[in-house]
């Protein structure tokens, strides 16, 4: 298992082959970015360097597409219901609910890591019922969809007709023309006292006072777009990446990096709904994490990408 403050990971499940039909149609409704040359990573010590965060180096890039938004439930929907995918959260019965949205009576028997207790195992959780049985997606069908995999996300994609962005493309994106920003819009978390994304306030993990308007997801659009018009490219939900999780950068080539050839974690960007100063301040651009390919939790998703 892959312990960690952010999202916990499976134990094992191995690769799968997709349930999903091959792909109907061209990606529409992405934008288009430019690629060129940018400064990725950070040397910021108040951040975590064992994460592989830097160094900053020149990475260059050719043209692609980012959807705006991460995929929603609506669109996850849409691809369960043409295809009739089942994802891995379903296939294994369950997946990992944060505690404080977990009605009172079931935290008790739920099983959850010894090092992050916040996150609890909860049968039937999947990405239709969010926190288990009896719960929908029926009032957050702009939300973006939670409980699915790197597999999940690899097979919607190839639905799709895209693909998963490279880390180099997430955060070339999510940097929206900035040079070196700590965040999509620039050094400070929340100027002029605005709220810029959704992440914790409060005392984690007891308390969370939602400053920012949200206990668990927010709506895909619910706050401003960068300078590319991304929305919500950090908080909210962490975002798969195609690459596999590595930290030794400068012994790949930097042209349109893939990552390693293998690994055991695949990349996650942005930080989600539960990230706190405190302890995880992966809500910054040039923050990275990771989780096993067949792993789910309540706090990840993925955004569709594609070529030009």
Not at 48 to 72: I, K, Q
Not at 117 to 139: C, M, R
Not at 154 to 183: I, V
Not at 255 to 282: A, I, Q
Request: net charge negative; aromatic share 10%.
């Amino acid at each position: 298992m892959t312990e960690h403050c952010c999202m916990p990971g499976r134990t094992s499940g191995g690769a799968r082959a997709s349930a999903a039909e091959p792909a109907r149609r061209r990606a529409s409704g992405l934008v288009r970015l430019e690629g060129g040359t940018f400064r990725m990573g950070t040397d910021d010590r108040d951040g975590f360097p064992s994460d592989g965060e830097g160094p900053v180096r020149a990475v260059t890039l050719r043209p692609f597409r980012l959807a705006s938004t991460a995929v929603t439930n609506a669109r996850f929907a849409a691809f369960v219901k043409a295809t009739g995918y089942e994802t891995d959260a379903e296939r294994f019965g369950w997946s990992y609910v944060f505690h404080l949205l977990v009605p009172e009576a079931m935290r008790a028997s739920a099983p959850s890591p010894a090092a992050t207790p916040w996150w609890l195992g909860i049968e039937g959780a999947a990405w239709h019922a969010p926190e288990g049985p009896g719960s929908t997606v029926a009032d957050r069908q702009d939300h973006p969809v939670v409980h699915v995999s790197w597999q999940d996300a690899q097979a919607y994609c190839a639905w799709s007709g895209g693909r998963l962005p490279t880390e180099a493309e997430w955060e070339y994106a999510a940097r929206g023309g900035l040079d070196q920003a700590r965040y999509p819009w620039g050094d400070e978390l929340t100027p002029r006292g605005g709220h810029r994304c959704n992440i914790w306030q409060g005392r984690f993990p007891v308390h969370n006072t939602e400053e920012d308007g949200h206990l668990a997801t927010a709506p895909v659009k619910a706050y401003r777009p960068n300078g590319y018009g991304l929305h919500n490219m950090v908080g909210n939900v962490w975002e798969w990446c195609a690459d596999w999780f590595a930290v030794d950068h400068l012994a790949r080539p930097l042209e349109d990096p893939r990552g390693p050839d293998d690994g055991e974690s695949r990349v996650l960007r942005g930080g989600s709904y539960l990230c706190h100063d405190s302890y995880c301040n992966r809500y910054r651009v040039a923050a990275r994490s990771s989780n096993t390919p067949d792993s789910s939790s309540g706090n990840t998703g993925f955004r569709l990408a594609a070529d030009i």
